[in-house]
């Protein structure tokens, strides 16, 4: 997480340091995300291997837009996201003289720094408001993969370590909508909704059944500055 807090600083000090001497030519901005977030699980019946629920997770990062037409612009950037999850996996155990039903509920708490590489779309200024649209993908690496593993109400670990559980490699989709606000000159407050689809199988197959799978989404509101 430090490492990842390091890399964060160094790329904004360097892009702010870009855009002052810059003409203009392409645009920078901050913004926070919060995120409604959930683990998608594919699994068989015989697994008893499901979601269950949608953790709320905070994200933040840099944006760096780059026109190349009329109201058009290659966006990019940097940004710290939250990816979590619940998961409920229900199974037996012999006890000597039967067996015993356990339900593990399992609390993922993942991040992800990732790259978005998306198209944005925008309207022509409508008062003081520019509408926009963007879609593209994002790859990711994971920095923190944390757990609260509960078994049948019981907490085992309320921080458990799942790296191995959990491939640090993804890809996502990225859809995206809002407005811009002009505060004057180059400076906007940017407000929009966000849906983040992850394609990648993030549970290792070497700890998973191969015929579990699990994707990671989330849908977050988008609250930024532009300069």
């Not at 002052?20 to 995300?33: L, Y």
């Amino acid at each position: 997480m430090k490492k990842a807090l390091l890399v964060f600083t160094f790329a904004f000090m360097i892009t702010t340091a870009w855009s002052q001497s810059s003409d203009k030519k392409f645009m920078f901005g901050v913004k926070i995300q919060p995120a409604l977030a959930w683990f998608r699980v594919d699994a068989p019946d015989e697994a008893h291997f499901e979601s269950d629920g949608l953790p709320f997770g905070f994200g933040y990062g840099l944006i760096t837009d780059f026109p190349f037409a009329d109201r058009y612009a290659f966006s990019t950037g940097l940004e710290i996201a939250y990816r979590g999850g619940k998961t409920v996996h229900t199974y037996t155990e012999p006890n000597g003289i039967g067996v015993t039903n356990f339900t593990q509920k399992t609390k993922l708490s993942l991040q992800f720094v990732e790259i978005p590489l998306t198209l944005k779309m925008r309207t022509n200024e409508i008062g003081y408001i520019t509408y926009f649209f963007q879609a593209g993908l994002a790859p990711g690496y994971a920095i923190r993969t944390k757990a609260e593993i509960t078994v049948n109400d019981v907490v085992i670990d309320d921080n458990a370590d799942f790296s191995d559980e959990i491939n640090e490699f993804n890809l996502s989709m990225i859809l995206s909508a809002g407005a811009e606000y002009s505060l004057g000159g180059s400076t906007s407050l940017l407000l929009g909704i966000t849906f983040n689809n992850g394609f990648i199988d993030l549970l290792n197959d070497e700890k998973y059944d191969d015929k579990v799978k699990g994707n990671s989404n989330y849908l977050a509101l988008m609250l930024g500055v532009m300069f």
